[in-house]
């Protein structure tokens, strides 16, 4: 199985480093030097990690063959992929790989249907399930433990808390 471990972002300095949105729990392990990682798109890899650091609470990379800032700059955007085995768990029981939680069922502490985990969002301040609700619309839930209290893989739901307000969708023909 495909797995999205980061994003490629910004040219940092000229000597061909970039800076990485990192997608992944371990980055110690998917980042080490002589890493290699798959890309999307393809014909930009793959790469293969020549060192890292991280500055400023960003994760700096160079990779092997990319000397400079024109080069780093071709990379921008692009997703960086390791093959794992899909029956792979994080160490953490507190913690899930996308493919584990996609497709599974959303429904309310009191029981209520949600709707369905579409994609999982990675943004800079927190993860964010994208939930397909009944009526075909989409619903944006954080991830984190006041919200969400319990994911049960066995079963296939995730249940959530929210606050009032978080599900209910703005009317666009009131002001």
Do not use: C, W
């Not at 990690?49 to 700096?60: D, E, S």
């Not at 249907?113 to 969002?121: I, P, Q, R, S």
């Not at 319990?150 to 002001?175: K, M, S, Y």
């Amino acid at each position: 199985m495909r797995l999205v471990v980061g994003r490629i972002g910004k040219a940092h300095g000229l000597r061909g480093e970039v800076s990485v949105e990192v997608r992944t729990d371990d980055p110690e392990l998917r980042f080490a030097p002589g890493a290699e990682l798959e890309t999307d798109p393809v014909e930009r890899g793959p790469l293969t990690v020549a060192a890292g650091r991280v500055q400023g609470g960003r994760l700096v990379l160079s990779f092997e063959g990319v000397g400079d800032r024109t080069a780093a700059e071709a990379l921008r955007n692009t997703l960086l992929i390791v093959e794992t085995d899909p029956d792979e768990l994080p160490d953490d029981p507190e913690e899930f790989y996308d493919h584990q939680l996609v497709g599974l069922s959303v429904v309310t502490v009191d029981g209520r249907d949600v709707g369905t985990v579409a994609e999982m969002l990675h943004l800079p301040i927190q993860d964010v399930f994208a939930v397909r609700r009944p009526d075909g619309r989409e619903a944006l839930i954080p991830f984190v433990a006041q919200i969400v209290p319990e994911v049960d893989l066995e079963r296939g739901t995730i249940v959530v808390d929210p606050p009032p307000g978080l599900l209910e969708l703005a009317d666009p023909t009131q002001p």
